[in-house]
């Protein structure tokens, strides 16, 4: 779609920079990028101040890659103006005072709304955002529809056939969404599940898409360095609970935020709750989740009806999950009969999601899931507690320059669980590694009673420690990264997969082979 800035910008505070010719009315735009390496040829680049560097400094590098205008605001034009950075004559450049708030709808526009076209469904919260969207993508397709996903893990469409791309972020930045929004609609895509995280919220990502149902997982400490408090942090994602922002919503009831969510929401906008305790009321309520193979078999209720399902993945959290799932077609006006025999159909709810409870061994069982915070840890640890006969170790860390009040809470709940705790290394970024290891080790032996608590700062060596310490009858949980396959130490990439690390060391440890720093833990 190729749009002239002329019918794009009426409406948006964005005007011609001084001293740009009228012909920047007539100058065709085909797309908009704030990223100058993502520009194609006809695209407008937008380069606004960021945390680190002023887009405007890519201006030129924009332009000479295809870009036909410029928008930028007062300190990009002062940018422009200098020698270095000015671009060719006659190149319009546009300005606007806050250009990440208009970029949006600027987006949308050039897009052609695409957002309108599609059947959209949010999912926000601490955890268990990716986990839902996965199943909402898997019924989506047990009912015929041709899906799109959005999430930490990867962007994907499924028509005509399965196209994935790694994710850079949980939520992509305005533009990159309204483009891959736009790319969507052009491939056939008629529903979209994405994830919305509480920067995305802050920082105007989603400002111009208006969902079709929202859906909240729960709140637990995370992201405090950004949002200041517990109460700031809610009013992040609270945010998308608005008619503003969706049509309407549906919230898990299990804790007291998702329970404050769904008794405040403003006059007129339609929300639903769902919840896995009978303690708390909800509009649909699990009234059974029994064990079945690796999973359950869940039966809801609600609306003086009663729908049930199974799902293979592990955990009372994965209930939780999928049932928001499932209220969330139903509140999209699925029939609950039609649902619970496509699922039935499709064998299950049963999407496999990388580096969620992802299972790598079964003698030891040894599993690696994304658990990054107090939150994710509890449920974690406590479904593995409960399905394990012999001792259960952890091996885990914390990311560095991120919310570091979790960590102390964190290394409780780890010794609370397991009979043998290694902290290692995450991502430390630009933090000192040994620094981290230390908030964590504090508590963990401040706390420990009966556990084995030990330090292993290489991340491969402690996943080796730890697996070829293990009997057959444990279970060894890599906690933390999950899917993701790059360490960043001190601004450096480094290469690093949990799942790769686990099936060298298995085989290591079936070949009897051992390495450096490994055998039995000490206290
Ligand atoms: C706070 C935040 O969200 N920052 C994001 C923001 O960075 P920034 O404003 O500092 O940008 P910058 O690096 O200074 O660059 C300024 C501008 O120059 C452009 N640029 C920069 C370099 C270049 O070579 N060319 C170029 O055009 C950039 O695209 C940008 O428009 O724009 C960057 C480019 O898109 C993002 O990479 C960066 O995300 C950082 C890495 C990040 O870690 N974000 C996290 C906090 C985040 O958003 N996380 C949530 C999930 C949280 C969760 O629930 O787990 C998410 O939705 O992903
Ligand atoms: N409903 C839940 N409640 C608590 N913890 C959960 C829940 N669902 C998943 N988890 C835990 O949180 C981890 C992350 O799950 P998931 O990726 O689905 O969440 P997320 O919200 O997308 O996280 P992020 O935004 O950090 O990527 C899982 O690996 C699991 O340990």
Known sequence: MARPLAEVIPGLPISPAPGTRDSWATTVVGGVRADNRLIRRGDLFAG??????HGALFARAAVASGAVAVLTDEAGLTILADPAYALAEGTPVLVAPDVPA????????????????????????TNGKTTTCYFLEHALAALGRSTG?????????????LRAVPAQLTTPQPADLQALLAEMVAEG?????????????????VDSVLYDVAGFTNLTQDHLDHH?????YFAAKEALFTPQRSAQGVSMVDDQW????????PAGYAMSSVGTDEANAADWQVIAAVPDGTGSRVTLRGAGQELCFTTALPGAFNVANASLAVVMLLAAGTDPAVLEEALAHAGGLSPVIPGRMELL???????????????????????LRGSTEGRLHVVFGAAGSRDAGKRAEMAELAVRYCDEVTITDDDPHDEPAAAIRADLLGPARAAAAGSLVREIGDRRVAIRAAITGADPADT???????????????????????????RSALQASAGGAAGPGEGRSSR
């Open 102 to 125: 208009v970029l949006g709808r600027l987006a949308a526009e050039i897009y052609g709304r695409p957002a309108e076209q599609l059947r959209t469904f949010a999912v926000t919260g």
């Open 476 to 502: 060894v949980l890599i906690a933390g990264r999950g899917h993701e396959t790059v360490q960043e130490i001190a601004g450096v990439e480094h290469h690093l997969d949990d799942r790769e690390e686990v």
């Open 258 to 265: 998702g329970q404050r969510l769904a008794a405040s929401r």
């Open 48 to 53: 606004h101040t960021g945390g680190r560097v």
């Open 361 to 383: 061994a079964t003698a030891p069982r040894v599993i690696v899931d994304f658990a990054h915070n107090p939150g994710g840890l509890a449920v974690v640890l406590s479904a």
């Open 189 to 205: 895509v008629t529903d979209l599940a994405m994830e919305v995280s509480s920067h995305a919220l802050d920082l105007g990502r």
């Open 149 to 161: 996903l959005i999430g930490t893990v990867e962007v994907r469409t499924r028509t005509p056939e």
């Open 228 to 232: 200041g408090s517990m109460e700031g």
